[in-house]
């Protein structure tokens, strides 16, 4: 079945650096755009980035524009997501997400993995 | 960018009730709305899509409508497993973003 598994997350201080990775399994990964989507604890969701199925095209949220890079490896079926200049405020709970549309990107995210918790604190 | 408002932000109901959830958006974004109901230490489900289109799998109790700037998305019967957060969100077009959540609870 398909299934999206994140790590990579823990507690980190300000200023610090961290990449996400999650493993597609069950479908045709390259064949889907894939987006991060974080949510602070006891918040709502934050769509974070999305990059395109061959990973071409980028789009990223203002509030991570500058410090969060996206980025994929077809080959390993394996979405990143490089965090740096990490604030208090990035503290959240961090899901890979598959978009639902093959090819282009639509932003419904049809799948979402478990989760990743990311802190970060001094 | 294009925000969205849900309300109401908190909603009590009982099983069996008709429930609706209001989204609306700053500017207009056709039918590009898409739902999810999150449940407590889960990730979220897909819905509704396109505004009005039922994702697979999704009971038919749950249903979507709405164009432009109001969208509304409707529980004909509240179920017990229906109780959760709902969060409407911008497809189609970035960023991406998300409504700020409705959680329906048991009266």
């Known amino acids: 079945q398909v299934q999206l598994v994140e790590s990579g997350g823990g507690v980190v201080q300000p200023g610090r650096s961290l990449r996400l990775s999650c493993v597609g399994s069950g479908f045709t990964f390259s064949r889907h755009a894939m987006h991060w989507v974080r949510q602070a604890p006891g918040k709502g969701l934050e769509w974070v980035a999305v990059?395109?199925?061959?990973?071409?095209?980028?789009y990223n949220a203002d509030s991570v524009k500058g410090r969060f890079t996206i980025s994929r490896d077809n080959s390993k079926n394996t979405l990143y997501l490089q965090m740096d200049s990490l604030r208090p405020e990035d503290t959240a709970m961090y899901y890979c997400t598959r978009d639902q549309f093959l090819g282009h990107s639509s932003g419904r995210s049809d799948c979402w993995g478990r989760g990743t918790l990311v802190t970060v604190s001094s | 960018d294009i925000q969205l408002t849900q309300s109401p932000s908190f909603l009590s109901a009982s099983v069996g009730d008709r429930v609706t959830i209001t989204c609306r958006a700053s500017?207009?974004?056709?039918?590009?709305l898409g739902w999810y109901q999150q449940k407590p230490g889960k990730a979220p489900k897909l819905l509704i899509y396109?505004?009005?289109t039922l994702q697979s799998g999704v009971p038919s109790r749950f249903s979507g409508s709405g164009s432009g700037t109001e969208f509304t998305l409707t529980i004909s019967s509240l179920q017990p497993a229906d109780f959760a957060t709902y969060y409407c969100q911008r497809l189609n077009n970035y960023p991406a973003t998300f409504g700020g959540g409705t959680k329906v609870e048991i009266k």
């Open positions: 396109a505004a009005s």
């Open positions: 500017q207009g974004i056709s039918n590009y």
């Open positions: 990059i395109s199925y061959d990973g071409s095209v980028r």
